[in-house]
């Protein structure tokens, strides 16, 4: 079993940047890729950005140019930074873990970009 510990998040003002970290943890085999989601109220789950074992990142339309994700392969940590931000981007992000035989959720943490 594999399990995801999120940090990060906080309260930002437009412009502002903030980076969210996600840890794993347990019996990790195999990862295929590591990635972040988001879900803000009324709306539905999105990806933000997703990033494969040994391949290149890929994000959504909406975060291209300000959101960069990377992985630390030796800690099992994928991370998130977020620039520019902007009050569209408000939500709770949860990171996910697919592997052989798994695929884990984070508890998610809540990003707010208010003024």
């Known amino acids: 079993q594999v399990q995801l510990v999120e940090s990060g998040g906080g309260l930002v003002q437009p412009g502002g940047s903030l980076r969210l970290s996600c840890a794993a943890s347990?019996?990790?085999?195999?990862?295929?890729?590591m990635g972040w989601y988001r879900k803000a109220p009324g709306k539905q789950r999105e990806l933000v950005a997703r990033i494969p074992t040994g391949g290149s990142p890929n994000y959504a339309d909406s975060v291209k140019d300000r959101f960069t994700i990377s992985r630390d392969n030796a800690k099992n940590t994928v991370y998130l930074q977020m620039n520019s931000l902007k009050p569209e981007d408000t939500a709770v992000y949860y990171c996910?873990?697919?592997?052989?035989?798994?695929?884990?959720w984070g508890q998610g943490t809540q990003v707010t970009v208010s003024s």
């Open positions: 996910n873990v697919v592997g052989w035989g798994y695929d884990s």
């Open positions: 347990g019996t990790i085999f195999s990862i295929h890729h």
